[in-house]
């Protein structure tokens, strides 16, 4: 590379991921074909439109990567349309809100502290300040409670229940909660829509192992990169074709111009991976390795959440009298990198938090095993409890368990 100074960014950057411990639950690395095709000739054409439906010529060929990777997604995720041109989760949410409501409708979503996400109604995004946003609880136990979300949907008479978090680690019941939807619009005289952001567990439901939304919802919305291991992007689903020319219309030209053609070709790889029967024994060994880590903690005498999917919470308030930001800062330091976060019935601020969400897809990719989870999280437990007050040691044994995995640069086909 000429540009010296990037080089030098680029390769510390390199030297970090692979010298580190990698459990920020929203963090995976993809695939050799990914990168390469994220980084590959389609960048440099500009398609507006669809394919056979383009403002500009010479598009033959991103026509047969898009069409190729809607026919994956659809495949991989057993519903009739897929628009794979959303840039990102949040722009496939915003298209999504937009085919659904009308500016000042009001949606029902989960409170952001107990594991929402900024677009599902935060004051600081546009959700918030272009529909009406109210919220249901978790339940005591910090699960979702069917009861308490009928109740909301009788007093509230949203025009939206939205479900798909970013920090819940239990199993989700679509199924159940498309029958409160039904229920309710049986004799509501405001008709109450379902969308599901499944961003977080999209490569759990591709794996087969946890409900699938897009059998229930009206519209899904996801990332491609998390658990499905593809570029950074967005994909919006449906299996009710009505809603197949206003999602098209909201992506382009209501919401983005030029579609990333190559990162389109990317998430074509990274579903071609996933469509595989190697993807599931990854999905298989991520759950494992989440909750063997989690068990771990727990016999260590942690307040830890239990998991159904691919993270956890790790009360680090209860479990050692300091904060999430403190946490956070602390491992990082020994090279384990997590990110603080809000826990159900936090006290704190979120700049400070009381927990930590943990996951486990990105080290599973490089090789990670059960056995080193448990290990993972006993050098967790050393370092947040002051076990072991020698950080340099700590940090060697991370880097030890880091270097017997593969190089985040050099990754093929789970377990191939």
């Known amino acids: 590379m000429e540009d010296k100074v990037l080089e030098r960014i680029f390769e510390e950057e390199k ?3 692979n010298n580190g411990i990698e459990l920020i639950a929203s963090e995976n690395y993809p695939s050799k074909d990914v990168y390469e095709a994220s980084g590959s000739i389609l960048m440099a054409k500009y398609a507006e439109g669809y394919p056979a439906h ?3 010529g010479g598009c033959r060929c991103v026509d047969e990567a898009e069409n190729l990777a809607a026919e994956r997604a659809q495949k991989l995720f057993h519903c009739l349309y897929v628009n794979v041109q959303p840039h990102s989760g949040s722009q496939a949410n915003f298209a999504a809100y937009h085919v659904l409501l009308k500016p000042g409708d009001k949606v029902l979503s989960l409170i952001l502290n107990d594991g929402g996400h900024l677009t599902h109604g935060s004051p600081v995004s546009f959700s918030a300040q272009t529909y009406h946003f109210v919220h249901y609880p978790l339940g005591e136990d910090g699960h979702l409670d069917l009861a308490i979300i009928e109740e909301c949907l009788e007093k509230e008479n949203p025009n939206l229940l939205l479900a798909g978090y970013s920090a819940y680690p239990y199993e989700i019941d679509f199924k159940a909660l498309r029958e409160l939807v039904d229920r309710h619009n049986a ?5 109450c829509y379902f969308m599901v952001d499944m961003a977080h567990i999209a490569g759990i439901i591709a794996a087969g192992l946890t409900q699938n939304p897009c059998l229930y919802a009206d519209i899904v919305t996801t990332t491609t990169h998390k658990t499905l291991r593809g570029p950074r992007g967005g994909m919006i689903l449906t299996n009710d074709e009505k809603w197949i020319k206003p999602i098209k219309s909201a992506v382009f030209p209501y919401t983005q111009g030029g579609p990333l053609e190559h990162i389109i070709a990317a998430k074509a790889a990274c579903f071609g991976e996933d469509l595989q029967p190697a993807f599931r024994e ?4 991520v759950l494992t390795n989440t909750k063997a880590c989690d068990d771990e903690l727990r016999s260590l005498g942690c307040s830890v959440s239990g998991t159904d999917n691919h993270l956890f919470l790790l009360n680090v308030l209860a479990s050692f009298g300091i904060t999430g930001k403190e946490a ?9 990198t997590t990110n603080k976060n809000m826990i159900h019935g936090d006290t ?3 700049s400070e938090c009381s927990g930590l969400r943990i996951g486990f897809a990105a080290a599973t990719t490089r090789g990670c095993s059960e056995a080193q989870a448990r290990q993972i999280a006993r050098l967790i437990y050393a370092c947040l409890s002051g076990q072991e007050k020698d950080a340099e040691k700590l940090k060697e044994e991370v880097r030890g368990i880091a270097n017997s995995w593969k190089d985040v640069t050099n990754l093929h086909q789970p377990h191939a």
């Open 328 to 336: 956070q800062a602390r491992l990082e330091e020994i090279g384990i």
């Open 54 to 56: 383009r403002y500009y």
């Open 282 to 285: 990854y999905m298989t060994q």
């Open 15 to 17: 030297q970090r991921q």
């Open 187 to 191: 004799h509501s005289p405001i008709h």
């Open 348 to 350: 704190l601020k979120p």
